[in-house]
């Protein structure tokens, strides 16, 4: 984990001192200032997990100064250190946000405490954040069940991805698992005791997204009657995932691109930078590489962010991990609701393999829910599924949209999982040479591996 950066707020040299060396000593990073002025411009321009700060100071005392760095952020402890020990500042300081109250001559080791209760209470209030931005509770997931060849590169690469610190960008149809995915890749990071936050840049204004993303200053504009801290700031020291990235406003790329790339951005309505410390994992479900070349997305940003890719194949192209896969999704729906294990026919796995799965695990996840609500029996059968109602497959499988390269993969990939895998009968009944069909598989599997 990384280190936590205190600002020692203090005009006594000896006492900084014997604070930053005490500190340092214990792994923390400390950064010192000697009034309220100096204090407010580092807290302005960094992200501190805590701040000790002497009652007294030059140019005013810390009841001019908390109210002050509380509107800058107000989720970071702030420990008073005072000689003054009267109870009427006590409560003044508490009701002002201070976190605690220490008082001179100082018990360094009695500090360390301290200081160490305000940084797990803080990094727990993190989390709670993080949690309460998703739309829904979070069970992990595994993202890697079966035994194809394609699940097992993705977890290949996978692993290899979550020990590094770079930007991530996942690909893959909708429905594929990429969110799963990403929040799999958190948390076997390095930042797995941090939070990790997700927004879905898709159907917002650019408005919107800068300030969730940014955050803005008290009076930034009409209706920002306090500051707010945005994603980027919150999920400090964490993760920040973007969903769709492929729909942000061309005008937001270059400020992503520079928090990227100096760790450092704005809130809306200041004028002063702030450190911040994110690892990106950004998934879309579009081709990037051509909405570079239509100038829908910056060519910068998509070098900066693509350094590792993956792409998340879809369940066509595994159908061999579908009956396992099924298994376990009807194994967590039966446990949600309370019932019975409920097993699918060998006739209702064939079904489930052949479907060319548009919609991919979401939909694999509807179908699935539908037979179950209709079967009274402990065994879903060929005929308890139906495909027919499912909205993806009611976009005609998304074919009218595909290339004619994509369609001619699509149709041969779907041949194939009709003839169990099979590519003598596949290429009989596509009428086309063996050698012929095992060049085009060939190709395509060399095409997924390049994503
Ligand atoms: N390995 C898995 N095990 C169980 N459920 C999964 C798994 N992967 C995905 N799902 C479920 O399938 C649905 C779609 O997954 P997810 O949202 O991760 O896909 P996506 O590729 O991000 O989709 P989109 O492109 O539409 O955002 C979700 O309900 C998710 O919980």
Known sequence: MAKAKILVVDDDEIILFAIRDFLELHGFIVDEAETCAEAEIR????????????????DGNAIDLLPKLKAIDARVP??????????????????????????????????????????????????????????????AVDPFIGHSAAIHRL???????????????IQGETGT??????RWLHRNSSRASEPMLELNCGGFSKDFLETELFGHEKGAFTGAVSAKIGLLEAAHRGTVFLDEIGDMDVQLQ?????????????????????????????????????LVQEQLFRSDLFYRISAIQIYVPPLRERAADIPSFAQMLLNRLTADCGRETVHLTQAALTKLQRH??????????????????????????????????????????GLSSM???????????????????HVDRAAKRLDIPRSTLYQKLKTYGAESSRF
């Open 43 to 58: 807290y302005r321009a960094d992200v501190y997990d805590a701040v000790t700060l002497d009652y007294s100071l030059p």
């Open 78 to 139: 702030i420990i008073l250190l005072t000689a003054h020990g009267s109870i009427e500042l006590v409560v003044r300081a508490i009701q002002l946000g201070a976190e605690q109250f220490l008082v001179k001559p100082l018990d360094l080791p009695a500090l360390l405490v301290v200081l160490e209760r305000a940084l797990e209470n803080q990094q727990n209030r993190r989390k709670q954040l993080a949690r309460e931005s998703l739309d829904q509770p979070q069970r």
């Open 254 to 290: 270059p400020k992503i691109l520079k928090a990227l790339e100096e760790k450092r951005f704005r809130r809306l309505g200041s004028v002063q930078d702030r450190k911040v410390d994110f690892r990106l994992i950004a998934a879309t479900h579009q081709k990037l590489d051509r």
């Open 356 to 397: 060319t799965w548009p919609g991919n695990i979401r939909e694999l996840r509807n179908v699935l829910e539908r037979a179950l609500m209709g079967a009274v029996a402990a065994v879903i059968d060929a005929e308890d599924l139906d495909f027919a109602s499912s909205p993806e497959s009611q976009k005609k499988n």
């Open 177 to 182: 698992g990429k969110s799963e995915l990403a």
């Open 155 to 169: 977890e290949e690469q996978s692993r290899l991805a979550a020990a590094t610190e770079s930007p991530i960008l």
């Open 403 to 421: 290339t004619l390269k994509e369609l001619e993969r699509h149709f041969i990939i779907q041949v194939l999982n009709e003839e169990g895998g």
